[in-house]
């Protein structure tokens, strides 16, 4: 998988705030039930917050009682990376950003139908970009 967007760790600092940066770029998580993304259920896509990538759609957006944004699917295959992730002893499922390497955050194969996947991604790393009602 070749990352279109690549940027020097000092240039990704310069741009993100200090927030989003140690998530996104240190593997960060966001402690559960703060995120600003949580209870967002209007129509819309969820974008990469480092690169802008749409990684996620409201229509996949379910309620995990996890604490964090959680979603049965990304928007498209190749979007989402996923990668094994064996920090904090124990064996997980990392997702991170296709196109600029970004952490995202976990997903767990305890989710609900149709895919039985739960891709539970920290508010910090997405931007939520609502669907123009047309008139
Ligand atoms: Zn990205």
Same mark, same amino acid.
């Given at each position: 998988?070749?990352?279109?967007?690549?940027?020097?760790?000092?240039?990704?600092? $310069?741009?993100?705030?200090?927030?989003?940066?140690?998530?996104?770029?240190?593997?960060?998580?966001?402690? $559960?039930?703060?995120? !600003?993304?949580?209870?967002?259920?209007?129509?819309?896509?969820?974008? /990469?917050?480092?690169?802008?990538?749409?990684?996620?759609?409201?229509?996949?957006?379910? =309620?995990?009682?996890?604490?964090?944004?959680?979603? !049965?699917?990304? &928007?498209?295959?190749?979007? &989402?990376?996923? !990668?094994?992730?064996?920090?904090?002893?124990?064996?997980?499922? =990392?997702?991170? /950003?296709?196109?600029?390497?970004?952490?995202?955050?976990?997903? %767990?194969?305890?989710?609900? $139908?149709?895919?039985?996947?739960?891709?539970?991604?920290?508010?910090?790393?997405?931007? %939520?970009?609502?669907?123009?009602?047309?008139?």
């Amino acid at each position: 998988m070749v990352q279109e967007v690549r940027k020097s760790e000092e240039q990704w600092r $310069a741009e993100l705030p200090a927030d989003r940066y140690h998530v996104l770029r240190e593997k960060g998580t966001e402690p $559960a039930f703060t995120g !600003t993304l949580l209870d967002v259920h209007d129509p819309g896509l969820f974008r /990469c917050a480092g690169c802008g990538a749409e990684l996620f759609r409201s229509d996949d957006k379910f =309620e995990s009682g996890s604490g964090w944004p959680s979603f !049965t699917r990304a &928007v498209t295959e190749g979007v &989402v990376v996923e !990668t094994e992730d064996r920090s904090h002893s124990m064996i997980r499922t =990392e997702i991170t /950003c296709a196109r600029c390497g970004g952490h995202l955050g976990h997903v %767990f194969p305890d989710g609900p $139908a149709p895919t039985g996947q739960r891709y539970c991604v920290n508010s910090l790393s997405l931007e %939520f970009e609502p669907f123009e009602l047309k008139a």
